[in-house]
């Protein structure tokens, strides 16, 4: 089995945190701590960010669900909550689909309700348009591509702290109050490694529609309005959402305003999260 980074915080049953492209554990750690009185969260970082071990080719949803359950089997933890934001929203909805019996609850943090953007702009910074070309390449020609795109981008330069530019940029563009808890996670960013552009191109490829139609776990789905942040994705937003409810599934829907990052948001209802994972039953709300 592959190294599996995480670290542990709290008591109780088992929640798993899966953070953002770009992100450690760290992005949770304020989840984590208004949680632990209740549950034991594992704040994880991807294959292939910060401290985790990559992955050797690119992967599709079933091996994105192995990876979770590597780890769940390993430290036998039983069924498990689990939560995911972004790119770990997407990890996680693929071990929901592949191993419903081993998770309890969902919680997607704005991850899911959309498809993924044909030209990742605003997912993928600086390889926002590699990642098309690449990605096929990879798939035609094999994983020597990856590993010699990986030679030139993998450093083992340390990372420097975020300036306080960049931090206010972020913030403003985000939509978000410049608080510590963001800071931390900012400055503690995920070095990029070995095997990260295989979950990258894994993600690019993930269909996450087909997959939230194929849900059966008890899904909490709280979503980042963008009104007043980004009109066209606020369109898209209200659009993919009224599509979704049209099936029948398991999930509870949870409105945020502002954008990507529902969990900084200082309106986040940790209360009703916790109600969530600690209920047998799927709550009422909308």
Request: charged content about 25%; aromatic content about 8%; proline content about 6%.
């Given at each position: 089995?592959?190294?599996?980074?995480?670290?542990?915080?709290?008591?109780?049953?088992?929640?798993?945190?899966?953070?953002?492209?770009?992100?450690?554990?760290?992005?949770?750690?304020?989840?984590?701590?208004?949680?632990?009185?209740?549950?034991?969260?594992?704040?994880?970082?991807?294959?292939?960010f910060g401290k985790?071990?990559?992955?050797?080719?690119?992967?599709?949803?079933?091996?994105?669900?192995?990876?979770?359950?590597?780890?769940?089997?390993?430290?036998?933890?039983?069924?498990?909550?689990?939560?995911?934001?972004?790119?770990?929203?997407?990890?996680?909805?693929?071990?929901?689909?592949?191993?419903?019996?081993?998770?309890?609850?969902?919680?997607?943090?704005?991850?899911?309700?959309?498809?993924?953007?044909?030209?990742?702009?605003?997912?993928?910074?600086?390889?926002?348009?590699?990642?098309?070309?690449?990605?096929?390449?990879?798939?035609?020609?094999?994983?020597?591509?990856?590993?010699?795109?990986?030679?030139?981008?993998?450093?083992?330069?340390?990372?420097?702290?975020?300036?306080d530019e960049r931090?206010?940029?972020?913030?403003?563009?985000?939509?978000?109050?410049?608080?510590?808890?963001?800071?931390?996670?900012?400055?503690?960013?995920?070095?990029?490694?070995?095997?990260?552009?295989?979950?990258?191109?894994?993600?690019?490829?993930?269909?996450?529609?087909?997959?939230?139609?194929?849900?059966?776990?008890?899904?909490?789905?709280?979503?980042?309005?963008?009104?007043?942040?980004?009109?066209?994705?606020?369109?898209?937003?209200?659009?993919?959402?009224?599509?979704?409810?049209?099936?029948?599934?398991?999930?509870?829907?949870?409105?945020?305003?502002?954008?990507?990052?529902?969990?900084?948001?200082?309106?986040?209802?940790?209360?009703?999260?916790?109600?969530?994972?600690?209920?047998?039953?799927?709550?009422?709300?909308?």
């Amino acid at each position: 089995m592959r190294h599996i980074h995480a670290e542990v915080v709290g008591n109780g049953p088992p929640v798993l945190f899966l953070p953002a492209g770009g992100f450690t554990g760290e992005e949770g750690r304020s989840l984590a701590e208004k949680l632990r009185g209740d549950f034991e969260v594992h704040l994880l970082d991807l294959p292939g960010f910060g401290k985790s071990e990559g992955v050797r080719q690119i992967v599709d949803a079933e091996q994105m669900a192995d990876w979770v359950n590597d780890y769940v089997v390993r430290h036998r933890l039983g069924s498990v909550h689990v939560i995911g934001h972004s790119l770990g929203g997407a990890v996680a909805l693929a071990f929901a689909t592949q191993y419903p019996e081993q998770i309890t609850r969902l919680v997607l943090l704005d991850q899911g309700h959309k498809a993924f953007p044909r030209f990742p702009l605003k997912e993928y910074g600086i390889f926002r348009l590699l990642v098309p070309l690449l990605g096929g390449l990879s798939r035609l020609l094999g994983p020597r591509v990856v590993e010699r795109i990986e030679r030139k981008i993998v450093s083992d330069e340390p990372l420097q702290p975020i300036s306080d530019e960049r931090f206010q940029t972020f913030c403003t563009k985000t939509g978000l109050p410049e608080r510590d808890e963001i800071r931390r996670a900012l400055n503690t960013p995920a070095k990029f490694g070995k095997g990260g552009l295989n979950l990258l191109f894994g993600f690019y490829h993930l269909d996450v529609p087909k997959l939230m139609r194929s849900l059966q776990v008890p899904t909490l789905l709280l979503y980042g309005d963008f009104v007043g942040l980004d009109d066209k994705e606020a369109r898209l937003t209200q659009s993919a959402i009224l599509d979704l409810q049209r099936h029948e599934l398991p999930i509870t829907y949870i409105r945020m305003t502002g954008g990507h990052f529902v969990h900084w948001n200082p309106a986040f209802p940790i209360e009703q999260v916790r109600q969530f994972i600690l209920t047998e039953k799927v709550s009422g709300l909308r």
